[in-house]
C-alpha cells in the first residue's frame, strides 16, 4: 500500500524532524559540555589529591566515563546526519522522525559489541587527552 506525500504530509514529517534536530543538536552539545567537565574534574583532582594511591583509579574511570559519554553522542551524532539528509531530501519515507532508540535497538551490538565500541571511543585523541599523560606523570612522580 503506498501512500501519497502530498506537500501537507511532507511539512508535517518536515517538522517534526526540525524538532528532532534542535532536541538531539542541543542534547549532543551537552555530552560535549559534560565530557569538559569531566576532564576538567580529572585534571583538578590531579592537582589536589597528587601522590594519593588512588588517584590512578579515578583518572581510569574518568576516562571510560568520558568515552562512554563521547559514545552516546557518536549515536545522536549519527541520527543528526540522517535528518539533515531526509530534510535536505524533503522525503516522507525516509528517516521518520523521532526513532532515535528504534534505529539504534534495530543494530544494537551485544554486551561485548558493546564494550568494544567503548573502548574505541575512548583510544581516540580527543577522548583520550589527557588522561594517559596525567597517568603518566602520576607514574613517574
Request: charged share 20%.
Amino acid at each position: 500500500m503506498s501512500v501519497e506525500a502530498g506537500p501537507e504530509r511532507l511539512e508535517v514529517a518536515d517538522e517534526a524532524r526540525r524538532q528532532e534536530w534542535l532536541a538531539l543538536f542541543k542534547a549532543h552539545e551537552q555530552y560535549e559540555l559534560a565530557a569538559l567537565a569531566l576532564k576538567l574534574f580529572a585534571m583538578g583532582l590531579c592537582a589536589a589529591a597528587w601522590g594519593a594511591p588512588w588517584l590512578w583509579a579515578l583518572l581510569i574511570l574518568a576516562w571510560l566515563q568520558e568515552a562512554v559519554l563521547k559514545t552516546f553522542q557518536a549515536r545522536l551524532s549519527d541520527r543528526l546526519l540522517r535528518l539533515e539528509q531526509a530534510l535536505r531530501r524533503s522525503e516522507v519515507a525516509s528517516s521518520e522522525a523521532m526513532q532515535l532508540h528504534s534505529e539504534w535497538l534495530q543494530q544494537r551490538p551485544g554486551s561485548l559489541g558493546l564494550l568494544l565500541e567503548y573502548l574505541k571511543s575512548a583510544l581516540r585523541p580527543t577522548v583520550a587527552l589527557p588522561y594517559p599523560l596525567l597517568l603518566a606523570l602520576l607514574a613517574w612522580y
